[in-house]
């Protein structure tokens, strides 16, 4: 998979990109991973009240939540299935987060991955919409009033460690690496899946053609991704912000000869 947008702007300091490979096939929804997540990152306590929805506790990805196990409880043919996955942020090839900031507070670093800067952040939430897979939001109550997600444990990278999430992981559902060669094994693991006769394995953002240009954090999945709670068909939607002004532009410079047709033509 290439670059994420900006990444080689590095230069020399440019590293490989690095990502996550999260496979739900033998996720045991054991949480370990929000545990180690919100222990290194220092991220507030969240998902104290029970939800109903099966043993989710956490709902959703936001500002107090960088990683969330789902849980998807499916009606079989003999009988009960769990489907059990650890989401995260994406670090999108083209983030659309990072595209609209204003401030810069959203960067790409050498690694690839995408980071929110606490101290840039002016909290005005244009990423909030920018994210296809409603991953950032606002730490409001009692929080600072910035945006926050996962930074994929950037200050454990820069010292040769892998993040809190995949460290603490006890099957290996959550894989840390090169992302090229986390693309690798994951096709691997889909074509085993395959022969095994599991025949709905499928992986989801592992295509640079998609929406997003393919996610620095991938998936395999048992089920369409919906079931999942996640978008079948994810894009980045300043995809075509530039097509966009250029047509505003045009229109605007036509509503001008328009009008100073008219102007003249009145004058006569």
């Known amino acids: 998979m290439k670059a994420g947008d900006g990444q080689t702007t590095y230069g020399l300091q440019i590293q490989p990109r690095m990502g996550f490979f999260t496979d739900t096939s033998i996720c045991i929804g054991c949480k370990a991973c929000e545990v180690a997540c919100k222990e290194w990152n220092l991220v507030p306590e969240d998902g104290l009240e029970w939800t109903g929805h099966s043993y989710d506790n956490t709902g959703a990805l936001d500002a107090n939540t960088w990683r969330h196990v789902a849980f998807v409880e499916q009606q079989v043919d003999d009988g009960l299935r769990w489907l059990m ?27 690839g991955t995408v980071v929110i800067q606490d101290d840039v952040c002016n909290g005005c939430g244009y990423c909030v919409t920018a994210c296809p897979f409603g991953v950032i939001s606002k730490r409001e109550i009692g929080g600072d009033g910035g945006m926050h997600k996962c930074t994929l444990c950037y200050d454990r990278l820069e010292d040769g460690l892998e993040p809190a999430c995949a460290k603490a992981c006890p099957t290996k559902s959550i894989q840390f ?19 095994a006769g599991v025949g709905d394995a499928r992986l989801y953002l592992a295509d640079e053609t998609d ?25 980045d939607p300043t995809r075509h912000l530039g097509e966009a002004w250029g047509a505003a532009l045009a229109a605007g410079a036509a509503l001008v000869a328009g009008a100073l047709v008219a102007f003249l033509g009145g004058r006569r």
């Open 211 to 235: 929406g997003v240009g393919g996610g620095g954090a991938f998936f395999l999945l048992l089920d369409r991704p919906e079931v999942y709670g996640l978008p079948p068909d994810p894009v």
């Open 177 to 195: 690496g090169p992302v090229d060669e986390l693309l690798a094994r994951a096709e691997g693991r889909v074509e085993e899946l395959h022969e």
């Open 85 to 111: 996955s650890s989401d995260v942020c994406k670090h999108c090839t083209h983030a659309g987060c990072l595209d609209v900031c204003p401030t810069g507070a959203i960067t790409r670093t050498e690694f």
